[in-house]
């Protein structure tokens, strides 16, 4: 596909699609949205507690003794305005967006910040993110500017980007950290870090008028649906909208500590780790490379009270505690979940293991965090309104996207026709009044963590030598939740392949890494209707029925 003839997400906004002023000073007097936001935050605790500690960090691939980093907010609040400068030095102007794809690391936060700083918008990428997804996202959102590192986990991310790049027009300068000059890109090291210019003449008008919270602050891709990708466009209150709705977990109490292993250009990170501590003049706590020995360790040195991670990441954490206790005992509330709920099972062994306070959440691209379990369901937070509209969940209210590019190019502002709604694609269902479970996604969407674009997949599959037909669906793992299964109707029934050379197989196709499937079952046909369309219910049903070590039915062919 020629990804520069696709037509860009980003566009102009239909007249209207702003939040009624009405409803807007609702949410303020309610609390949930703001006259300053998260600039203003690391500005104010900066100048009140200029030594508290920002962010603590831990980098895998330093020497011993110096792979822990803490940064002050002193030490913040000097880098978001040297880089914000530097941002506009390189032609960043407001509402540009600015695309990164870094690991964890405090420059990355601090990176987020300096848009801001100066009303650009944020394109977050993840760091397992390869080539084709890479310039299908910076084609669709036209990103001005891209920071990658040079090399990551054995991936040259500076060479793709230079590889790329010549097919961006709208792609005005490339920044590295780390060895830039092999690619021919700005050196974030010398420009960034160490050039002051926060003294400059770029610095000389940072109005913080431009870090309103009611400007557009992050494009959120979503992936899949072939070579098609949408995005979401948030404010800074809505992404404050769910954490200030948590008043019952003190988001506005004494500075707190919290952790997240999740990649810090993922919506949950963003909030949980940057967004939250900001508001809260608490410290964000993260690791570059996943460990779970490593990040209890990170929790036992900076006293971590509040930790969100998902089921898979949380089953790990149990069993390095057990094998290795870590001091813990500053921990008050453990979240998890994502988009679809935690296994009963993985929910009691947290509360039986850590002794603390357990939420899970849901949280979509659409509704931030949208909603904190009490109970069996899903309670949402204040302010956030949810419908269930022939089993779709849709979304209404203060942490709810201001619009969504979908697959195809056409915009869909929530207040533009659809009265602040968006369709959120989850499949769910309604409980007690005021609840909702989320049941599944829709058929073109899966994944616990990351929204896996099944029919690349399914193409993918069907481009093996020894598949005749695939699937992918979701399944229901007992300790990390939803993962993506592939369904394989092999070429020959005597060489069928096997799940590790399919997964290299998507991989050399360019297939993210956290895209894959995690399981494989064989059968010698697809559930069709008598129209052959795919009846990927029936395969739902039928892998919900199979236990390990007991035969494999076929699913049920027949419509």
């Given at each position: 596909m020629d990804v520069t003839a696709a037509a860009p997400l980003l566009g102009p906004l239909p007249d209207g699609a702003g939040v009624p002023r009405e409803v807007a000073d609702g949410w303020r007097a309610a609390g949930l949205w703001r006259a300053e936001g998260f600039v203003h935050d690391v500005l104010r605790t900066a100048a009140e507690h200029p030594d508290r500690p920002a962010f603590v960090g831990h980098r895998a691939h330093r020497p011993e003794g110096r792979r822990t980093v803490t940064v002050s907010y002193a030490e913040l609040a000097l880098h978001m305005d040297r880089f914000a400068a530097a941002l506009r030095s390189l032609g960043v102007a407001e509402g540009d967006p600015v695309a990164l794809q870094l690991p964890n690391w405090w420059e990355t936060a601090a990176l987020v910040l300096a848009c801001w700083r100066i009303g650009a918008v944020v394109v977050p990428v993840l760091p397992g993110v390869r080539a084709p997804d890479l310039e299908r996202i910076l084609a669709a959102t036209q990103a001005r500017v891209c920071v990658v590192p040079d090399h990551w986990e054995q991936y040259g991310h500076a060479e793709v980007l230079a590889e790329v790049a010549h097919r961006l027009p709208w792609l005005r300068r490339r920044v590295v950290v780390g060895d830039a000059a092999a690619t021919g890109a700005v050196d974030f090291g010398s420009y960034f870090l160490r050039t002051a210019h926060e003294r400059g003449p770029d610095a000389r008008e940072l109005p913080l008028a431009l870090a309103s919270p009611d400007r557009p602050a992050l494009l959120l891709t979503v992936m899949g649906m072939g070579e098609d990708h949408g995005a979401l466009l948030h404010t800074g209150n809505t992404l404050y909208a769910g954490l200030a709705a948590q008043r019952g977990d003190d988001v506005t109490g004494p500075p707190a500590v919290f952790a997240s292993p999740l990649p810090l250009t993922s919506l949950a990170a963003l909030l949980y780790t940057v967004c939250w501590p900001l508001a809260a003049g608490g410290t964000g706590v993260f690791q570059d490379v996943w460990d779970p020995r490593v990040l209890l360790g990170l929790m036992e040195y900076a006293r971590v009270d509040r930790m969100y991670a998902t089921p898979a990441h949380w089953a790990e954490l149990l069993t390095a505690q057990r094998q290795e206790s870590r001091d813990l005992s500053a921990l008050r509330l453990a979240l998890t979940g994502g988009r679809?709920?935690?296994?009963?099972?993985?929910?009691?062994?947290?509360?039986?293991?850590?002794?603390?306070?357990?939420?899970?959440?849901?949280?979509?691209?659409?509704?931030g965090l949208g909603a904190v379990s009490h109970g069996s369901g899903e309670q949402p937070l204040p302010g956030l309104e949810v419908v269930v509209e022939d089993g779709r969940l849709r979304v209404r209210g203060p942490s709810v996207a201001l619009a969504a590019w979908r697959h195809g190019g056409s915009v869909e502002a929530a207040w533009d026709r659809w009265d602040g709604w968006l369709d959120t694609g989850d499949a769910a269902a309604a409980g007690r009044p005021g609840e909702v479970t989320v049941v599944r996604r829709a058929d073109e969407r899966t994944g616990g963590l990351f929204v896996v674009p099944v029919d690349e997949l399914e193409e993918g599959l069907r481009a093996h030598p020894r598949v005749l037909e695939a699937a992918v669906v979701e399944y229901t793992d007992a300790t990390y939740g939803e993962m993506p299964c592939a369904v394989v109707v092999p070429a020959l029934q005597e060489e069928p392949p096997g799940l590790v050379e399919l997964r290299d197989h998507l991989a050399r196709r360019g297939l993210t890494e956290a895209f894959l499937p995690t399981r494989l079952e064989l059968v010698g046909s697809l559930p069709r209707d008598q129209d052959g369309r795919l009846r990927k219910e029936a395969l739902r049903t039928w892998l919900a029925r199979l236990r390990p070590g007991t035969p494999r039915p076929r699913p049920d062919t027949t419509a």
């Amino acid at each position: 596909m020629d990804v520069t003839a696709a037509a860009p997400l980003l566009g102009p906004l239909p007249d209207g699609a702003g939040v009624p002023r009405e409803v807007a000073d609702g949410w303020r007097a309610a609390g949930l949205w703001r006259a300053e936001g998260f600039v203003h935050d690391v500005l104010r605790t900066a100048a009140e507690h200029p030594d508290r500690p920002a962010f603590v960090g831990h980098r895998a691939h330093r020497p011993e003794g110096r792979r822990t980093v803490t940064v002050s907010y002193a030490e913040l609040a000097l880098h978001m305005d040297r880089f914000a400068a530097a941002l506009r030095s390189l032609g960043v102007a407001e509402g540009d967006p600015v695309a990164l794809q870094l690991p964890n690391w405090w420059e990355t936060a601090a990176l987020v910040l300096a848009c801001w700083r100066i009303g650009a918008v944020v394109v977050p990428v993840l760091p397992g993110v390869r080539a084709p997804d890479l310039e299908r996202i910076l084609a669709a959102t036209q990103a001005r500017v891209c920071v990658v590192p040079d090399h990551w986990e054995q991936y040259g991310h500076a060479e793709v980007l230079a590889e790329v790049a010549h097919r961006l027009p709208w792609l005005r300068r490339r920044v590295v950290v780390g060895d830039a000059a092999a690619t021919g890109a700005v050196d974030f090291g010398s420009y960034f870090l160490r050039t002051a210019h926060e003294r400059g003449p770029d610095a000389r008008e940072l109005p913080l008028a431009l870090a309103s919270p009611d400007r557009p602050a992050l494009l959120l891709t979503v992936m899949g649906m072939g070579e098609d990708h949408g995005a979401l466009l948030h404010t800074g209150n809505t992404l404050y909208a769910g954490l200030a709705a948590q008043r019952g977990d003190d988001v506005t109490g004494p500075p707190a500590v919290f952790a997240s292993p999740l990649p810090l250009t993922s919506l949950a990170a963003l909030l949980y780790t940057v967004c939250w501590p900001l508001a809260a003049g608490g410290t964000g706590v993260f690791q570059d490379v996943w460990d779970p020995r490593v990040l209890l360790g990170l929790m036992e040195y900076a006293r971590v009270d509040r930790m969100y991670a998902t089921p898979a990441h949380w089953a790990e954490l149990l069993t390095a505690q057990r094998q290795e206790s870590r001091d813990l005992s500053a921990l008050r509330l453990a979240l998890t979940g994502g988009r679809v709920g935690t296994p009963g099972a993985l929910l009691g062994e947290l509360r039986a293991g850590l002794g603390v306070r357990v939420r899970s959440v849901w949280g979509a691209p659409e509704a931030g965090l949208g909603a904190v379990s009490h109970g069996s369901g899903e309670q949402p937070l204040p302010g956030l309104e949810v419908v269930v509209e022939d089993g779709r969940l849709r979304v209404r209210g203060p942490s709810v996207a201001l619009a969504a590019w979908r697959h195809g190019g056409s915009v869909e502002a929530a207040w533009d026709r659809w009265d602040g709604w968006l369709d959120t694609g989850d499949a769910a269902a309604a409980g007690r009044p005021g609840e909702v479970t989320v049941v599944r996604r829709a058929d073109e969407r899966t994944g616990g963590l990351f929204v896996v674009p099944v029919d690349e997949l399914e193409e993918g599959l069907r481009a093996h030598p020894r598949v005749l037909e695939a699937a992918v669906v979701e399944y229901t793992d007992a300790t990390y939740g939803e993962m993506p299964c592939a369904v394989v109707v092999p070429a020959l029934q005597e060489e069928p392949p096997g799940l590790v050379e399919l997964r290299d197989h998507l991989a050399r196709r360019g297939l993210t890494e956290a895209f894959l499937p995690t399981r494989l079952e064989l059968v010698g046909s697809l559930p069709r209707d008598q129209d052959g369309r795919l009846r990927k219910e029936a395969l739902r049903t039928w892998l919900a029925r199979l236990r390990p070590g007991t035969p494999r039915p076929r699913p049920d062919t027949t419509a």
